[in-house]
């Protein structure tokens, strides 16, 4: 299974772009990389995830190395209400069509007005 | 995105009594569900897997009978602590998940057990 290595923590200014990085140098060809952020006593939120090429969406973009082994997720405006721990995890294929998403410790991200 | 609803939100139960989580995925069926506990200021635990009409697969650690898993259809799975103590109170998170659209996560529920 691929383990990932984030940052436990950074700041980012209010209005911002907000770059987390993560790490994951042993990753698998058919693995992709997903991220999530989990807000004080909540469910974690599925941001975006990817396989190779880099992907955007409204809430986010993830820019993922040709080596694949390391990426980034870009919050472009952040806002306040964007503090929270964010995780990046690398999908484990258990058999089939089934996985499991195993948490690291993920990267604190505190957006400062 | 995807809607998971996860019930109840919070329960305080005395130490010996069941509890009982439910997990429903309100708008899509979910092939799998995953069962998490985390603990304050501490990342989130896989404790188990579980596929529709198939046994739940724990994590080592994990005591099956303590913790036991139902996921009966594509939309409900549950979570029954039995016997709960103390040291079990926590945050109980589900995730249902398919391999198209990937996972989505529940509320969570806090449990106290007094």
């Known amino acids: 299974d691929a383990k990932t290595t984030q940052p436990p923590s950074m700041d980012c200014a209010e209005g911002r772009a907000a770059n987390l990085p993560c790490n994951h140098s042993t990753i698998s060809g058919n693995e992709y990389v997903y991220w999530y952020r989990q807000i004080h006593s909540q469910g974690p939120q599925y941001i975006i995830h990817g396989l190779k090429n880099n992907e955007t969406n409204e809430m986010a973009s993830l820019i993922i190395t040709e080596d694949r082994k390391s990426s980034t997720l870009i919050l472009p405006h952040a806002t306040l209400r964007d503090t929270a721990v964010y995780y990046c995890i690398v999908r484990i294929n258990s058999g089939g069509s089934n996985y499991k998403l195993t948490f690291g410790k993920g990267t604190l991200l505190t957006v400062n007005p | 995105g995807a809607v998971v609803s996860q019930h109840p939100s919070w329960v305080i139960c005395k130490s010996g009594t069941s509890v009982k989580i439910e997990c429903r995925s309100l708008?899509?069926?979910?092939?799998?569900m995953f069962w998490y506990r985390q603990f304050p200021k501490q990342s989130l635990m896989l404790m188990a897997t579980s596929n529709e009409g198939s046994k739940a697969t724990y994590e080592q650690g994990v005591e099956k009978d303590k913790f036991l898993i139902n996921h009966a259809s594509l939309t409900l799975s549950t979570l029954t602590v039995t016997s709960a103590h103390p040291e079990d109170s926590s945050f109980y998170i589900c995730s249902a998940s398919t391999a198209v659209i990937g996972a989505f996560f529940g509320q969570g529920t806090r449990l106290t057990v007094v």
């Open positions: 708008d899509f069926q979910a092939t799998t």
